[in-house]
C-alpha cells in the first residue's frame, strides 16, 4: 500500500463514481497534486448496485447540460484510458398515457433543443416497432432519445481512475478518514486512520456518508439516502432468439406514468420501479464497516409496478426472478444532486446527494473542477448548488421530503407544480390572514408564499399545467386590481442582512457592480459579477447611513447571497455582516392608489417631492415601526414596507381596515410574474446568469467603470465586451396563442435556425399579450425583428418589443 502523502492541492474523500470522476476533471485542469481517499474499495457504496442507466431527460437547463456532457465523455472514455466502460447507445422510449404526460414531453424537447440533446417523439405503433414485446394498449404518444442508453457503473469508475492516475493524482483505497479542520492559516487537515494530509481544498463525495461527513466541520448536509429496488429476471427465450437472430438490443422503456423504467439484461430483463412507500435509510449514517451493503427486498411494495410492468410487456409475466437489488441512493430534496461550495466554509465543496449519480458524475465531475480551478463554473449551476437549501432542512425534514422526491421521479413535472410534503414549515405572520382570504401558497426556501387567490366560490386549491390552467383569469383579475386599485403581496421571504462598518463603503463598491448611493435613504440597484464577468447575484441597496447598508435580494437566494458576500469580506474587522432575513417582514403595496391607501395612516408625506421613486425612510404605519421603501418589482405606484416581523399583523389588519373604500386586495406570486414580464425586469437565474455577460442581460445602466478602484469582474467583463456577445437580452410578443403561453426554456427561430431561448414567459394582462423574455443572438434582438418560438411542439410567430412594453418612460413608478 503507497505511503499516504503528508500535503496536496487537493483531497476528495469518497471512491464512488461522482469522486473519483472529480479527482480525474481537475487532473485535466492540469493539478496533478490531487490525492483520493476511499474507506473500503472504489465503489463499494452506492456505484456498484447502480443499474447504469443514462436518462438524458432533466427539466433542467443546468442539469441537462450536465448530462449530456457525461454522456459524450463516457462514449470516448474507452479510447483515452483502454477500460471499457460497457455503454450501449441503446435509446430510451418514455411512454405516455395522457395529454399532460405528452405536453411534459414536448416543454422538454425544447429545452434538449436549447442545449444540442437529440429527441423524437414516436406514434403508439412506432413504439412497437422499436419495442415488439410491448402492448400499445392506452398508449398516446412517446418520446425517445436515439443517443441514451446504460454504462457499467463499475467499469466507468476504474476508467475514471486510470485516466486520473495517468494524470498525476494519487488514489488511496482501504483509508478512513476520521476527522476534518481547518488550520488557523485556512488550509484543511485531513486525519485519517494512517496519517493526516493538509490541503488547501476538500471535495467531499462521500455518497450515504455525507452527513456524517459534514458534522465533522460542523456542516448540516441536506442529504439523506432512500432505498431503491430493482428486479433482475432469469432469461426468455425470445429475448435470447432476438439476440442470436442479430437483432439490435431493445432499448430503455420507461412507463412514465406508472413509475417503472424496463432494459434487457442478460437475455432477460430488469426492472426498476419507483414505488410511492420507499423509506429513507441511512438516516444517521451507515456503519462504519458496511462495504457493498444491501437491504433486504420487498417484493409486495413493488407488485402495483410489477402488475402495470406486466399489463405493458406480457412476457414479463413469464419470468423467473433472479434477484431482488435493494440498495441506498442518496437524495437531496428537490431531487437534484448538490454540486458546488458549502455555505461559510472556504475551499470545502460538496459533490453529495446524487439519485442520478451515474448520469451526473461525469457532468458534476467536470463543473467541480472548472469551480476550485477556475473559481467559477462555465454552466449556471444554481439548480444544483448546495446552497439552495438552508438550516431549515433538518433530519425530519430531509426524511419527509427525500421520500417524496424519490416517489415523485416518474410525477408530471408540471411548471407550477408544488409538492406537499414537510409544508407548511416557514410562515409569516400573515400567512392565516392570507389563507383566510383564500390564498393558494407555493413554496421558496421554506417560505410559504401566496400563488394566486382563489375567490369566494372558488376551490382553494392549485390547479397544474403546462398551459392556461383553471387560475388562469383569477391571476389576470388580480393584476388588473393591481393596475387599476391597489393591491398587498407577502415577500416576507426576501433575504435582508445589514452592512456595516468602516469598511462597508469600500467593500460594497468593489463587491456591486453600482456606485453605491450617496445621499442616506437612497436606494440602488446592483449587481454582484463573477471574476468571468457574469452576474452572481442582484441586490437592492438602501444607504441607511455613513457606514451602514441594508440590502434585499431574492429569497431563494438566502443563503447563496450571503454567502458570497461574506466571503468576499475583508478580514480585518472592518465590516459586519448582520443576517435580517427573520427579523424583518416585507408587504408590498402597489397601484395608482397606493398613495392614498397609506397616507392617511403612515407618518411620513408620500408625495412625490416629499418621497421620491428609489428612496426610503423610516416612519410608522398605524402604530408599527416600518422602514418604508419606494420601489417594487410589478411596476406601479408602490412601496415596500419593511418591519420588524412582529407588527406584521398590525400593519397587515390597518392596511386592509383603510383598504376597503381603495379597492385593496392581495394578490400573489403568479400575478407578480405577469406584471414583472410586461416591465422586462429581469430574474436572476433566468434572464441575469453567470453564463451571461451583465452586458448581455442588458444591465449596463447598472455597471458603473469610472468607479475609482474598479469592481469585481470589471475586466473580466470588458475582455469579454472585446470578444464580442454571443447573446442579447429581449422582450418578445408571440402570437397565435390561445391556450398556452411560453414557460421558459423555449428554442426561438429564424428560419430552421435557434438562434436563442425564452427565460421566461406568460401572459400580460395590462396590455392583454403574450410574451416572453429571451436571450438571443445579437444580431436577432432588432426590435420588430420577426422569429418564431417553440411551444409545446407548436411554433408561433413572434416579434422583438421596445424594453418594457408597459409604460417604458417609467410614468407611474414615478407619479
Not at 337 to 348: E, R, S, T
Not at 545 to 573: I, T
Not at 578 to 607: E, F, H, W, Y
Not at 655 to 675: D, Q, T, V, W
Request: proline share 5%.
Amino acid at each position: 500500500m503507497a505511503e499516504l502523502k503528508s500535503t496536496a492541492k487537493v483531497v476528495v474523500i469518497g471512491g464512488g463514481v461522482v469522486g473519483v470522476s472529480t479527482l480525474y476533471h481537475l487532473t485535466k485542469k492540469g493539478w496533478s497534486d490531487v490525492v483520493l481517499i476511499e474507506r473500503k474499495e472504489l465503489t463499494s457504496g452506492s456505484t456498484w448496485h447502480a443499474a447504469g442507466l443514462l436518462p438524458l431527460f432533466n427539466m433542467s437547463y443546468s442539469v441537462g447540460q450536465l448530462h449530456k456532457y457525461s454522456v459524450e465523455l463516457y462514449k470516448r472514455l474507452e479510447a483515452e484510458t483502454g477500460q471499457d466502460v460497457g455503454i450501449r447507445a441503446v435509446s430510451n422510449i418514455r411512454l405516455a398515457t395522457n395529454q399532460d404526460r405528452m405536453d411534459e414531453y414536448y416543454q422538454y424537447a425544447g429545452v434538449a433543443q436549447t442545449i444540442g440533446v437529440k429527441v423524437n417523439f414516436l406514434t403508439p405503433d412506432e413504439v412497437i416497432d422499436l419495442w415488439p414485446f410491448a402492448k400499445k394498449d392506452g398508449l398516446v404518444g412517446a418520446m425517445v432519445h436515439p443517443d441514451d442508453g446504460y454504462v457499467q457503473p463499475a467499469d466507468l469508475t476504474q476508467a475514471f481512475a486510470i485516466g486520473a492516475r495517468s494524470g498525476g493524482a494519487t488514489i488511496h483505497r482501504q483509508t478512513t478518514v476520521t476527522a476534518i479542520e481547518c488550520l488557523p492559516d485556512g488550509q484543511w487537515q485531513v486525519t485519517t486512520d494512517r496519517g493526516e494530509i493538509v490541503c488547501e481544498h476538500v471535495v467531499s463525495a462521500t455518497g450515504n456518508f455525507a452527513r456524517r461527513t459534514g458534522a465533522m466541520i460542523g456542516l448540516d448536509i441536506p442529504v439523506i439516502p432512500v432505498e431503491h429496488q430493482f428486479i433482475v429476471t432469469e432469461p426468455h427465450k425470445d429475448i435470447q432468439a432476438r439476440r442470436k437472430q442479430g437483432l439490435p438490443e431493445l432499448g430503455v422503456l420507461r412507463e412514465s406514468d406508472g413509475s417503472w423504467y424496463m432494459r434487457e439484461e442478460a437475455g432477460g430483463l430488469l426492472l426498476g420501479p419507483y414505488e410511492k412507500d420507499a423509506p429513507a435509510c441511512y438516516v444517521d449514517g451507515p456503519d462504519p464497516n458496511s462495504e457493498y451493503e444491501l437491504f433486504q427486498g420487498d417484493l409486495d411494495r413493488l407488485m402495483p409496478h410489477v402488475e402495470s410492468a406486466i399489463a405493458r410487456v406480457p412476457i414479463f409475466a413469464e419470468l423467473g426472478i433472479k434477484k431482488i437489488y435493494n440498495g441506498a441512493i442518496a437524495y437531496a430534496p428537490d431531487g437534484n444532486p448538490i454540486v458546488g461550495p458549502a455555505w461559510d466554509k472556504k475551499n470545502f465543496w460538496l459533490n453529495e446527494g446524487h439519485s442520478f449519480g451515474i448520469t451526473a458524475a461525469g457532468g458534476a465531475g467536470w463543473q467541480l473542477a472548472e469551480w476550485i480551478v477556475e473559481g467559477e463554473p462555465t454552466v449556471d449551476m444554481l439548480g444544483v448548488d448546495p446552497r439552495r437549501f438552508g438550516s431549515y432542512a433538518t433530519k425530519s425534514y430531509l426524511i419527509e421530503k427525500n421520500e417524496e422526491a424519490y416517489a415523485d421521479v416518474f410525477a408530471i413535472h408540471y411548471p407550477d407544480e408544488e409538492r406537499v410534503a414537510a409544508r407548511p414549515l416557514r410562515t409569516s405572520p400573515c400567512y392565516d390572514r392570507m389563507k383566510a382570504k383564500g390564498a393558494v401558497f407555493g413554496q421558496l426556501f421554506g417560505w410559504e408564499r401566496p400563488n394566486w387567490f382563489a375567490p369566494e366560490g372558488v376551490e382553494q386549491t392549485d390547479d397544474w399545467s403546462f398551459r392556461r390552467s383553471s387560475y388562469f383569469e383569477h391571476v389576470g383579475n388580480e393584476c388588473k386590481n393591481v393596475a387599476e386599485n391597489v393591491g398587498l403581496l407577502d415577500m416576507t421571504a426576501f433575504a435582508k442582512c445589514r452592512i456595516q462598518g468602516p469598511g462597508a463603503l469600500k467593500f460594497l463598491n468593489w463587491v456591486l457592480a453600482n456606485k453605491m448611493p450617496v445621499t442616506p435613504g437612497r436606494i440602488g440597484l446592483c449587481h454582484g459579477l463573477t471574476t468571468k464577468g457574469g452576474v452572481h447575484s442582484e441586490f437592492t441597496v438602501q444607504r441607511e447611513s455613513k457606514e451602514c447598508f441594508y440590502l434585499v435580494s431574492a429569497g431563494a437566494y438566502h443563503r447563496l447571497d450571503h454567502d458570497w458576500l461574506k466571503k468576499h469580506m475583508p478580514e480585518d474587522g472592518s465590516v459586519q455582516f448582520t443576517d435580517l432575513t427573520n427579523s424583518m417582514g416585507v408587504l408590498v403595496v402597489a397601484g395608482p392608489k397606493s398613495r392614498d391607501l397609506l397616507q392617511p395612516i403612515c407618518g411620513a408625506d408620500l408625495s412625490t417631492d416629499a418621497f421620491p421613486w428609489l428612496t426610503g425612510q423610516e416612519t410608522y404605519i398605524g402604530q408599527a415601526p416600518v422602514k418604508l421603501i419606494r420601489v417594487n418589482f410589478v411596476g406601479e405606484l408602490g412601496w415596500e414596507i419593511h418591519h420588524p416581523i412582529e407588527y406584521q399583523n398590525h400593519i397587515f389588519d390597518t392596511l386592509f381596515k383603510h383598504g376597503e373604500a381603495y379597492g385593496l386586495k392581495p394578490f400573489g406570486i403568479r400575478a407578480m410574474n405577469s406584471l414583472r414580464l410586461e416591465k422586462s425586469y429581469r430574474l436572476v437565474g433566468t434572464e441575469m446568469s453567470i453564463e451571461y455577460s451583465a452586458y448581455e442581460s442588458d444591465l449596463g445602466r447598472f455597471v458603473n467603470l469610472k468607479k475609482k478602484n474598479g469592481f469585481l469582474g470589471k475586466d473580466a467583463l470588458l475582455a469579454w465586451q472585446e470578444r464580442g456577445f454571443e447573446n442579447a437580452f429581449v422582450t418578445l410578443e408571440v402570437f397565435g396563442v390561445d391556450d398556452a403561453d411560453v414557460l421558459g426554456n423555449n428554442p426561438i427561430y429564424d428560419g430552421e435556425t435557434i438562434v436563442g431561448r425564452a427565460t421566461g414567459g406568460g401572459y400580460g394582462w395590462r396590455i392583454n399579450k403574450s410574451l416572453a423574455l429571451a436571450m438571443v443572438h445579437p444580431s436577432k434582438a432588432e426590435p420588430g425583428l420577426q422569429l418564431q418560438i417553440d411551444i409545446l411542439g407548436n411554433r408561433y410567430d413572434c416579434v422583438v418589443l421596445e424594453e418594457s412594453p408597459y409604460d417604458p418612460a417609467n410614468d407611474k413608478l414615478r407619479s
